[in-house]
């Protein structure tokens, strides 16, 4: 069988054929999403995630799919038929799910790190820009010097002592271009204005185009899964992300093209700096898009769409619709009273809100009480408990009575060498560390005396004696 195949170990491997599929991505970058694909696409081709399994108790189907999932390959060989064959149709029915859910981590993971990265992207055109300085540097200079020129030959001078106007110095077009040639040659100065539109950019960019035109490097990282992603992946969106998932799945077929027109990509989904980088890349010849870029473009919506749940997989359960797990049909009518009435909302059990039981009764279903489970209109009626007087307020406890060495001591008066008058000791009855009897400030007690009336000698303790 298909499930018995999953435990037999292939020539020249290790391990089994379990063992492989359980094991997922470990690292992110390209290869490494394209066998997440490959590993997802091949449990799906078992057939288990078609088998109905809603009479199972989704708490049994977790503990199996569990053991399948943690347990040795060879401990599930030694189970009955029925066990084993449970275990693997339980595992293989949670891994369907599972592998997409790791391939779609993955994706998210690496679009926000190594494609989108837009920290590395950053230093990375930092570092452009640094090898770039020196020409931006000459250009600047040269046209600097050519427009000084200008200035300084078709502009009117004030003396700024006399207040006289001097009339400019050139009268034509063609005498200001030849003091122009004279700092800076014609040919020099159309080289550095093209070197300038080359290596800044226009006025109307935004601040993300510098690190997105480095994306299009990149693009061999994304070349491996594209393909994969569209076929293994069931994507489904809702109405706000339509849009983003068509513009995914036609991907595959610009892959590959010299020439794609504006007409093949979807334009509305191209905002800020990837509308120049897509639609008027210097690079592109006239009709034609930059495809490349528009895949980085449709990845970063893709991401953006994914995490909002307008972009989902209804393959995957941690990426899946959020909207099917709701009440429908039979079902939702079932649960709709209960519902109603934890709510607190009309319809619920027959008790509308502010009615009786209304203060409890949106708790628990049917107008009870969450603590002693007891109908509020009962609990309302009910008087409250008398107050004892003065419960809740602090007590004193009444004064210990003086034992009998206290008392005979305090009849005899002030004890011997007392300073002052006072009793030597009032600390009551006492324990005597070797006999561990009471005693009192008189001296030994009744019952610690002979019956000829002398006291017992004391034994004298050692040191570390009655210690544990």
Known sequence: MVLDSLLTVPPGERGSELDRLRRGPVRVSGPQMKRALERAEEIAALGMGAVDVSGIPPRRLAELSRYGVDGKASLLRR????????????????????????????????IATKLLAKAKAERESAKEKLKTLPRVERASAKLAT????????????VDTGTGEIARPKVESLEAMWAAIEQVV???????????????????????????RAMLIN???????????????????????????????????????RKKVGPAEIDTALLGGSWRRLVLAAPHLEPGTVDWKAYTFCVLEQLRRMLRSKQVF???????????????????????????????????????????AGGAAGRHLPGGRHPGTGQRADRLRRRPPAPRRPG????????????????????????????????????????????HRRRSTAEGPARHDRSPAGRPRPQRRLRPGHGRR
């Open 79 to 110: 189970h009955s038929d029925a066990r084993r064959l449970a275990t693997l149709l339980a595992t293989t029915v949670y891994l369907t799910s599972r592998a997409v859910d790791d391939a779609l981590d993955l994706l998210e993971v690496l």
């Open 146 to 157: 050519a427009f000084q020129v200008v200035f300084d030959t078709t502009s009117e001078q």
């Open 391 to 434: 419960a809740g307020a602090r007590t004193r406890l009444p004064p210990r009575p003086a034992g009998r060495g206290e008392r005979d001591a305090a009849a005899r008066g002030p004890a011997r060498g007392a300073a002052g008058g006072d009793v030597l000791d009032r600390r009551g009855p006492c324990v005597h560390l070797g």
């Open 218 to 256: 990149r693009f061999g990282a994304v070349r491996p899964f594209l393909k994969l992603l569209v076929t293994v992946v069931d994507f489904d969106a809702t109405p706000e992300g339509e849009a983003v998932l068509g513009a995914l799945l036609s991907l595959p077929e610009l892959m590959g």
């Open 185 to 211: 040659p014609r040919h020099e100065l159309a080289a550095a204005i093209a070197a300038l539109f080359e290596l800044t950019p226009p006025l109307d960019s935004d601040a993300d185009e510098a690190w």
């Open 313 to 355: 997989a209804r393959n995957s359960s941690k990426w899946g619709d959020p909207r099917a797990k709701l009440l429908a049909g039979q079902a939702w009518q079932q649960a709709r009273p209960t519902v109603l009435a934890s709510l607190n909302l009309p319809g619920g059990g027959g008790r509308p809100p502010g009615g």
